[in-house]
Structure formats: C-alpha cells, structure tokens
Nanobody
C-alpha cells in the first residue's frame, strides 16, 4: 500500500524558509518520479515542482522558481521541498504525490505571515 506522509510545515515569516519532507512507503521509491503540489485558500491546486528518479528536478512552477528546491534521498525514501524567501502568497496546503499511482499525502499547512 502506497503511503506518503508530509512533515515540516508551520508558520514562517515573509522572507523566511521552511523545509517540507514527504516520507514514502509501500513502493520502490527510487523508481518513481515525485511531485509537490499546493493549494492556497480559495484557489485550485497547483503543481509546485517535479523531481525525476535521479536527484534532478525536472520543472518548477513559475511562482516558485529560484526560491524552492526539490531534492530526493532515495536511501531514506524521502522527497524534500526546500522553500526559501517565502512570501504570503506561498500560504497553503502542500502535498506530495506519486504521479504513477496518483497517490497523495494528507497534506501539510504552510502559513507565511508576519
């Protein structure tokens, strides 16, 4: 059974940083691309970025490019989202996903506010 569990969210000040983690189990993590999505209040869910099976991210959404970095640790079955220079517009629920299985984590809240 595919399981994804996010952690590391919370409150950050504008300009601050947070690191999200997504621990995966139930499948051979190293064989699958992973994605991060987010959903801001009152808005549709949007793709944040995607990382291929090698630790090289394929793409980031324009609003986060240059500020967010996705990294995967295949030995730990974990994908990370490093978020820097946070803006209040980054507030939302962040989820990781295994696109191949369309499996999702439960999501974790990130709030950027002074």
């Amino acid at each position: 059974q595919v399981q994804l569990v996010e952690s590391g969210g919370g409150l950050a000040q504008p300009g601050g940083s947070l690191r999200l983690s997504c621990a995966a189990s139930g499948f051979t993590f190293s064989n699958y691309a992973m994605t991060w999505y987010r959903q801001a209040p009152g808005k549709e869910r949007e793709l944040v970025g995607r990382i291929s099976i090698t630790p090289v991210a394929l793409a980031y959404a324009a609003p986060v490019k240059g500020r967010f970095t996705i990294y995967r640790d295949n030995a730990e079955n974990t994908v990370f989202l490093f978020m820097n220079n946070l803006d209040p517009n980054d507030t939302g629920v962040y989820c990781c996903q295994v696109p191949t299985f369309d499996a999702w984590g439960q999501g974790i809240q990130v709030t950027v506010s002074s």
